[in-house]
């Protein structure tokens, strides 16, 4: 934890809007309509009907970066996805002493890029959606018996 704590706080000095960003940050900074006319004109353009989602948290996230206690907020989702995958795995190899071996060998792995990689940029877009998959695959693992859980050759 306290690895993950010293890279939150390399997080924490900056942050980087994209084009993409930016682009919609014009349009927000319009009107709530013109904002909603570029968030459904760039899911229908690019094909992506998750960007009806994604456009408007991602934008809410990268507005939010300007302050430290939302940067370390998303350093410390980024960081909870590496959590629960470690908790995963261990659940899946029935043994969950391993999931501080694999969180501590996720952090680092873990490039401290200040590109546009998250949290640095794209702060929950990418995140969030993977830490909610792993979180409901824990979820159902915890309720299943362990009778259930097989490995098939």
């Known amino acids: 934890m306290a690895l993950a704590a010293v890279q939150c706080i390399l997080f924490s000095f ?14 927000a900074l319009d009107t709530v309509p013109a904002f909603l006319t570029y968030a459904e004109h760039m899911a229908r353009v690019s094909g992506r009907i998750g960007h009806y989602v994604t456009l ?10 300007d302050y430290l206690t939302a ?3 998303f350093a410390a989702v980024f960081f909870g996805s590496f959590l629960a995958f470690g908790i995963l795995l261990g659940r899946l190899m029935r043994m969950p002493a391993l999931t501080g071996p694999l969180f501590t060998a996720y952090l680092v792995c873990c490039p401290l890029l200040f590109n546009h990689t998250p949290p640095t ?3 929950l877009q990418v995140t969030l959606p993977f830490l909610v998959i792993l979180l409901c695959r824990i979820y159902w693992l ?10 098939n050759y």
Do not use: C, F, K
């Open 14 to 27: 900056g942050y980087r809007l994209t084009a993409d960003d930016v682009e919609a940050h014009y349009y």
């Open 56 to 65: 408007p948290i991602s934008m809410a996230a990268s507005y939010a970066s």
């Open 71 to 73: 940067r370390l907020a």
């Open 121 to 123: 940029a794209y702060p």
């Open 142 to 151: 915890l309720n299943q018996s362990s009778e259930q859980i097989q490995v």
